[in-house]
């Protein structure tokens, strides 16, 4: 029998942004338990469907409860469990424990013939967060638009050894996210560079980048070459420079990490914003080290949006900190 209650997984270091998150976006729920990483709150209209309308998660949905072993977790599934997704992750992506505890339930699910991870749009995805040495939680959730379609919001992105940081990382996931395929040979702006981890990610993908930031571009980026010759031009300034004849007027992409606050960083995007006419997307992080900047998080998508975007939406991704990306389509 579904609970009437809800819950979130978050990353650990923001759960606290997460959990005043919800309680802004539904005051009627109450917070009732939480573990690193996740957050349960009670909520009069709990349903599978709830966390649409929330960024700082990465999964969520009503509370099914929680469960000792495989015979226990199947029974508190209300639906054939041979027709939902079932998404196992550890609650803790970086406990070594649980990460072995998740790998483990997942073959034992497997074994009885319980394998579907993929969900499609509308269908129902099992959530089992695990942790070492304890039970189970389990809930369920629709899968739609700004769901994650991979078990906990985990793509188990690899930054190369090549990549001077973790921008890799979070342009991958935050392409993963959001589906989006650029073809090889689209032209990717960027701005907030250096060091270099996301125009590395482009670059392997084949994508020629034009690139600004005031601090330097690592040598190994700066002087690689991607498939099909894709390459960076870079220049050692702040976006705020960024020239018209500078900008490809092909580009398809824009690309920001800058380390600016929100009301800054994206009146930079605006301005180079303009400059794009066959702009299809852009993916832009957005820094929320100050506690100012994560309450009006609704103020910063609709700014994007205001850019003539038909199409925003944000999530925090795995390898985020204090941040948010927002990704806008044409």
């Known amino acids: 029998m579904a609970l009437p209650f809800v819950f979130v997984v978050t990353n650990v270091a923001t759960a606290p942004h997460a959990k005043s998150e919800v309680l802004r976006a539904h005051p009627e729920a109450r917070f009732a338990f939480s573990r690193p990483g996740l957050l349960t709150f009670k909520h009069p209209a709990a349903s599978p469907t709830f966390g649409d309308d929330l960024v700082l998660t990465r999964v969520a949905g009503q509370s099914l409860g ?19 997704a079932w998404h196992v992750f550890p609650r803790d992506p970086e406990h070594a424990g649980s990460i072995v505890h998740a790998t483990t339930l997942r073959e034992s699910l497997a074994s009885r013939g319980l394998e579907k991870t993929a969900p499609a749009i509308g269908e129902t995805v099992i959530d089992v967060a695990v942790a070492e040495g304890e039970p189970s939680f389990v809930g369920h959730h629709v899968h739609g638009p700004g769901r994650w379609s991979v078990a906990g919001g985990l793509p188990g992105v690899v930054v190369p050894e090549l990549s001077p940081s973790r921008a890799f990382a979070k342009l991958e996931e935050a392409l993963l996210w959001s589906g989006l395929s650029p073809r090889p040979g689209s032209v990717v702006v960027e701005l907030g560079a250096a060091p270099g981890g996301a125009t590395l990610a482009c670059l392997l993908r084949g994508l020629p980048v034009v690139a600004f930031d005031p601090g330097a571009l690592d040598p190994r980026v700066r002087d690689f070459v991607g498939p099909n010759g894709a390459r960076v031009i870079f220049h050692e300034r702040p976006a705020g420079t960024a020239k018209k004849d500078e900008l490809p007027a092909d580009a398809r992409f824009l690309v920001s990490d ?12 605006a301005r180079v914003r303009a400059m794009l006419p066959k702009l299809e997307a852009a993916i832009l992080t957005i820094k929320l080290n100050d506690e100012k900047m994560i309450e009006p998080l609704s103020r910063w998508i609709e700014l994007v949006r205001a850019m003539r975007f038909s199409d925003v939406r944000a999530t925090q991704l795995p390898s ?9 389509r044409v």
């Open 320 to 328: 985020h900190r204090q941040e948010m990306v927002i990704v806008a």
């Open 258 to 269: 800058m380390n600016l606050a929100p009301p800054v960083a994206l009146r930079y995007v």
């Open 66 to 84: 929680q469960a000792s072993d495989v015979d226990s977790l199947l029974a508190l599934v209300p639906e054939p469990h041979a027709q939902v």
